[in-house]
Each structure stands twice: as C-alpha cells, then as structure tokens.
C-alpha cells in the first residue's frame, strides 16, 4: 500500500489496510521484507528500537493525523495490538 493511498484513505482504512500499511513502515525501518514481518510477533524482536519506534510512530501520525502517546509501541508490542490502538483512537477522533 503506498502513502499517498494512506494519505488518500485517512480514517476509513480497515484493520488488514492499516496492518499492512504498518509492516510497510517497520520493514522500511528494520530493513526487511514486509513480508517477513507477522502481525502477532514482538516488534522488538525485529530489532526494532526506540528510535525506530518514535520514527514509526510519526510516520503514523503524519500519515493518519492522529496523536499517539509516545509509549504506544512498548504499550502495544506486536503490530496486532497496536493496529487495535491505533483503530480506537481514530474512532475518538471521528
């Protein structure tokens, strides 16, 4: 999924769009193929570290324009919980 479909779409992606749109970002960070990445497995164990973590998340709020805590990915360690975080604070901001 490129950006700008993120861009294009905002508030109206599903869970598995913005799932993807994810993995696209932390493989990007860690330098992997998106698909090596799961859903349901540590972040950190990716090797992703704070710095890349506070990337991803301006990534995500640049792209969605919300504000996430800057906790959000140690909060939510793998990319299905924090696709649910990222979901519940869209829907506080519809």
């Not at 508030?11 to 992997?32: D, G, P």
């Not at 570290?49 to 990337?55: I, K, L, P, Q, R």
């Not at 805590?69 to 519940?88: C, F, G, K, R, Y």
Request: no cysteine.
């Amino acid at each position: 999924m490129s950006d700008s479909a993120v861009e294009n779409t905002g508030q109206n992606l599903s869970r598995e769009e913005l799932t993807a749109w994810l993995k696209e970002r932390v493989a990007e960070h860690v330098e992997m193929s998106a698909d090596d990445i799961r859903s349901d497995e540590l972040l950190a164990g990716y090797g992703l570290d704070s710095v890349y973590a506070f990337a991803v998340i301006a990534d995500i709020e640049d792209r969605l324009g919300i504000t996430l805590e800057s906790t959000v990915m140690w909060d939510n360690p793998t990319l299905d919980a924090l696709v649910v975080a990222i979901s519940a604070e869209m829907r506080t901001r519809s």
